[in-house]
């Protein structure tokens, strides 16, 4: 199980036989995941996602599948609620139209504070949110791991 811990998100990449290849695998290959350009049909990535509380709020999910939707790189999107009810699957326009901002990644961030979403663009998606703190902080700690 390979897994990245932010203080606001947990994202893992699991190994599992019934997925095929894992994204740990491709990611223990290639060094680090900024240097993974393409992940293997099988790849699954999840991350978990906490309020400030460290309460669980939600689980995104994605699952690289060949041939599902070329134009966005054949990742399955998923998100979940804790007890996992599915709040939204398959080509979600909403996370593909984020993740595509790190097309030449193959559609996956780096973990903060690598690569950080400028606020304009997270304000945008999730207008009645709060940003969290943590973020707010990273965002003036480090200005140019903000993606544009
Ligand atoms: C507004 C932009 C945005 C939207 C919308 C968004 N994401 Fe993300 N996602 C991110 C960022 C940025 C990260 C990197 C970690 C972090 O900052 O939390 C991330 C991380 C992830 C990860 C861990 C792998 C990675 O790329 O680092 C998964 C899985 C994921 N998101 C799935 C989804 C799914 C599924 C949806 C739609 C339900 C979604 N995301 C919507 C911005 C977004």
Redesign the pocket.
């Known amino acids: 199980m390979f897994c990245r811990d ?1 203080s ?2 947990k ?1 893992c990449s699991p190994r599992s036989a019934a997925a095929g290849p894992s994204a740990n695998d491709a990611i223990n290959r290639a060094g680090s ?1 900024e240097k993974v350009k393409r992940y293997p049909n099988g790849a699954l ?3 978990e996602n906490y309020d400030a509380h460290k309460k669980l709020t939600g689980v ?3 699952l690289k599948l060949d041939g599902y939707d070329k134009a966005d790189r054949d990742w399955v ?3 979940y609620k804790p007890d996992g009810q599915v ?2 699957h398959g080509k ?1 326009q ?2 593909i ?3 595509a901002m ?1 097309t030449k990644q193959d ?6 504070p690598a ?3 400028p606020a304009s ?2 304000k945008a ?2 207008p009645r949110q709060a940003m969290s703190a943590q973020y707010v902080k990273l965002l003036d700690q480090h200005p140019d791991a903000i993606v544009k």
């Open positions: 932010f606001f998100a994202a995941i990535l999840i991350k995104t999910a994605m999107m998923g998100a709040v939204s979600v909403a996370c139209a984020c993740h790190v559609f996956v961030f780096a973990p903060p690569q950080l979403l663009i997270w998606f999730f």
